[in-house]
């Protein structure tokens, strides 16, 4: 029965309003609010001053694919930045079943990554007016500064190149 829950919820979330991709380079990321896996509420950017941070948004549950492949490029190059997965999910269906969706997560988890997925529901229509939600299974790629300006942006998928630019980034702050 939950699972019919969490699929029904995904479902509805999909069918929110599309917004076009852009590319956000070099504006500030929105003030949001999110819970991690271990439901501490984490406010974006600003809980993560001081410290360069990698954000990979998705926006649906075929997102995860794309945002492991991107892990695993990034622990493979030995690339340092601090990494949050951002599941994000508009509408107020799925916020009502919260709970369920987040559960669902923490089943395929492993608990000591649970403080780096950051589930946004409240303010999910707000990220995804900003960064585009065409081809949400991409997911978005955010670097931010220590300010929260977002320095470098991603929406195509996995890819090397994408990869390499993200690690030219961060060597060109530091």
């Known amino acids: 029965m939950k699972i019919i829950i969490v699929i029904f919820s995904l479902l509805i ?3 929110g309003t599309v917004y076009p991709n852009k590319d956000i380079t070099g504006q500030a990321f929105p003030i949001v ?3 991690s896996l271990e439901e ?3 406010i974006i950017p ?3 001053s001081g410290d360069m941070t990698l954000l990979l948004i998705g926006y649906k549950q075929n997102s995860q694919f794309d945002i492991d492949r991107w892990l695993i490029g990034l622990d493979m190059t030995k690339t340092r ?3 949050y997965e951002i599941p994000t999910i508009q509408g107020l269906v799925p916020q009502m079943f919260s709970t369920v969706i987040d559960n ?3 089943a395929g988890i492993p608990k000591p990554m649970w403080k780096g997925v950051i589930t946004v529901y409240g303010d999910g229509e707000r990220v ?3 960064t ?3 081809n949400a299974a991409n997911t978005r790629v955010v670097l931010l500064n220590e300010k929260g300006k977002i320095l470098y942006f991603y929406d195509q998928g996995v890819s090397v190149a994408a990869l390499n630019e993200v690690r030219a980034v961060l060597a060109n702050h530091r």
Do not use: H, I, P, T
Request: aromatic share 4%; charged share 20%.
């Open 33 to 35: 609010e999110g819970q």
């Open 104 to 106: 669902g997560m923490r």
């Open 132 to 134: 585009g939600n065409e």
């Open 128 to 130: 995804q007016a900003l």
């Open 81 to 83: 930045v601090n990494v």
């Open 40 to 42: 501490k509420s984490v």
């Open 13 to 15: 979330s999909a069918c």
């Open 46 to 48: 600003s809980d993560f």
